[in-house]
């Protein structure tokens, strides 16, 4: 129940816009879900699509419009906050290191927080042979999302070596709001621990 209350509330502080002003590439949400504009088009041609979704999910964005006759108006939405650069994706300099339940959740948060950046100049990769995913400029880490299961749901292993340094995982849900309107979110699950242990690094980007 906590959760929910949090998530109400982190939605009501967003500031609220109409949705037919916004620029393509918007990421906003409206009734709890994400939707990334993708058409801005003349004469009120202007749609929105689930985020990461088909296009079964489309919606318009303009009342009174050609498009509003055939698909769902959405007509006023919520913009999430933005990451100026991509080193706020970071601790200080720093990467952030989560683990995340499942694959499929880790993936989504990643292109996610990705998106938000407004230089956009990160991008989402493997990072290296491990269970996880990076945001990345290609040279430096900003964050890295593992995950304990793959899609198919089998366990993974976090390989780890003897280095001086030591990687601090965050358990997922200390992550930022926003990934609570990922459409694979699940809130905590009892078989990944709120205490995360401290691995060494394997390796170096």
Known sequence: MSEQIELQTFIASLPEVETMRLPRGVIFTANR???QVIETGAEGFHKARQWRC???TDVALVPG?????FLPLVERGRLLPIFPTRLDLTDRGDPIIFLFPDERMALDAAYLDVALVKSGDAYVRNHGREPAFAATDGVHVFRIYYYSR?????????????????LQFRHYTRGPMHWR????WRDATPWLDETIPTFPVVGSE
Do not use: D, V
Request: proline share 6%; no cysteine; hydrophobic share 30%.
């Open 33 to 35: 879900l994400l939707y």
């Open 54 to 56: 088909g296009e079964e």
């Open 65 to 69: 419009s050609y498009l509003a006759r």
């Open 150 to 166: 793959t899609i198919h749901g089998r366990s993974t292993q976090i390989s780890i070596a003897p280095t001086e340094k030591t």
């Open 181 to 184: 309107l990922l459409p694979t």
